[in-house]
């Protein structure tokens, strides 16, 4: 079965310009997730959608990360314009249906802005 | 208070030992617990799922306090392939639906 598919793995910009990146999850897998990892620290939550709905986006900083899942599959997360601060990398997971059950993780981009 | 919390680590010991990572959680009302492992520049896999009754699983031994809202996990006769971060992991319900709250986590290094 394929795992969650995230590109670009590598991504350098310079501050204030725009990035986006792309998840394909493991198919059938209803919930989606995008998490901020910078380097020493845990995963932080940004999005949940379930579906192509979102269901959390309390810390997704929305006046610069957009995140979007048309027709309920692909999802891209996208920051315009980026800050030296959002170095970090970028994971995708989905789950079957939300946080009761194994989430799967893409391998992530990693962000690095100068 | 930080939802999850961890030990800071590192934690490192030789190989055969026997290690402890504790983990608590600040939402009361949290369903599901699970521990990830992360490997160096690597994505975060589920090690194991946290059950009220306690779960093992081979060397691992995970075991939940609902009353402290704390976790553990025990790692026996440790090995040198079991050097990586380990992640407490805790659904929490921001929307309509769970969704999972990740610890700073604990860095093992196992060493011979």
């Known amino acids: 079965e394929a795992g969650v598919a995230q590109s670009p793995r590598y991504k350098i910009i310079e501050k204030r310009q725009s990035v986006a990146f792309w998840c394909n999850p493991i198919?059938?897998?209803?919930?989606l997730y995008w998490y901020q990892q910078i380097l020493g620290q845990g995963p932080k939550l940004l999005i949940q959608f379930q579906n192509n709905g979102v269901v959390d986006d309390s810390q997704l900083p929305k006046d610069r990360f957009s995140a979007e899942r048309l027709k309920g599959v692909d999802s891209t997360l996208k920051i315009q314009p980026a800050k030296l601060e959002d170095s970090a990398v970028y994971l995708c997971?989905?789950?079957?249906?939300?946080?009761?059950?194994?989430?799967?993780f893409g391998q992530g981009t990693r962000l690095t802005v100068v | 208070r930080k939802e999850v919390e961890q030990d800071p680590g590192p934690f490192n010991v030789p190989e055969g030992a026997t290690v402890a990572f504790n983990c608590t959680y600040s939402n009361s009302a949290s369903q599901s617990f699970f521990w990830y492992r992360q490997d160096c520049r690597k994505e975060p896999k589920l090690l194991m799922s946290?059950?009220?009754s306690g779960n093992e699983d081979g060397r691992f031994t995970a075991q939940l306090n609902r009353a402290s809202q704390y976790i553990s996990l025990l790692i026996r006769d440790s090995k040198l392939s079991d050097s990586a971060t380990y992640l407490c992991v805790v659904e929490n319900y921001g929307g309509s639906q769970g969704n999972l709250i990740f610890g700073k986590g604990t860095k093992l290094s196992v060493k011979p």
């Open positions: 997971a989905s789950s079957l249906q939300g946080g009761s059950t194994e989430a799967f």
């Open positions: 198919s059938g897998h209803a919930t």
């Open positions: 946290v059950y009220s």
